[in-house]
Structure formats: C-alpha cells, structure tokens
C-alpha cells in the first residue's frame, strides 16, 4: 500500500511539472503572438499616417505590459479548499457487466485511498 501511494504521488509530482512546463511553453507562444499581432496593427496606424512610429513602438510596448499583468484576484480565500472534482473512468469494455461485488470492493478501495491522503494531508 505504501509503495503504491509513494508511485501515486511521484506521478502527481511529475504532471505538476509537465503542466507547469505546458503552460509555460503556452503562455511564451501566446506573448509572441501578440507581439506579432500588435506590431501589425501599429504598422498599419502608421502607414495610414494615424501614428508615429514612436508612439507605435510606445503602443506596442505597453500592449505587452498590459497582458503580463496579472489580473486582480476577485475570489477571497478560503479557508478550507474545496473537494477535488470527481472523475469517472469508464472501461472501454462495457459489454461485460460488473458484479455488485466488485463495483463495491472497488468503492471501498477507492474510500480506503481517501482516507489514507487525508491521513497524510494532517502529517
């Protein structure tokens, strides 16, 4: 049991990670695109002579100060967090029905796991 919890949170660990890398990853090719998209956008204001280029470049500038900002935090926390959202993982074999045995040793396993993180939460 303990070696499994121990699999279970190395993997937790490693998909934090990886997310952390995506949205990361996601986030420098959204800037970049919005540079692109905004240096467009000056460039056409100056063609038309509806812009310098200094305040193009200023435009620009303050376009990509603007997006890094974080917006405000509206929510207020917590004080306890709630529940994860429940998933359900359906077999791709449903033609062969379940016992109501196994449908409930597979409950309790699922309450037993439960129970052991939060044991470990209070650690």
Do not use: C
Not at 106 to 115: F, I, K
């Amino acid at each position: 049991m303990q070696r499994g919890l121990g699999d279970l949170v190395q993997k937790a660990v490693y998909l934090g990670v990886g997310l952390a890398a995506y949205a990361g990853e996601k986030a420098a090719k959204n800037m970049a695109e919005l540079r692109t998209e905004a240096q467009k956008l000056a460039d056409e204001l100056v063609k038309r002579g509806e812009m310098t280029a200094e305040e193009a470049r200023r435009f620009v500038e303050d376009t990509l100060k603007q997006a890094q900002q974080q917006p405000p935090q509206t929510k207020t926390p917590t004080k306890n967090p709630p529940e994860p959202r429940q998933i359900e993982i359906i077999d791709g074999e449903e033609d062969e029905p379940q016992s109501a045995d196994s449908a409930e040793q597979l409950r309790q396993q699922v309450e037993n796991l439960r129970e052991e993180l939060r044991r470990l939460k209070r650690e």
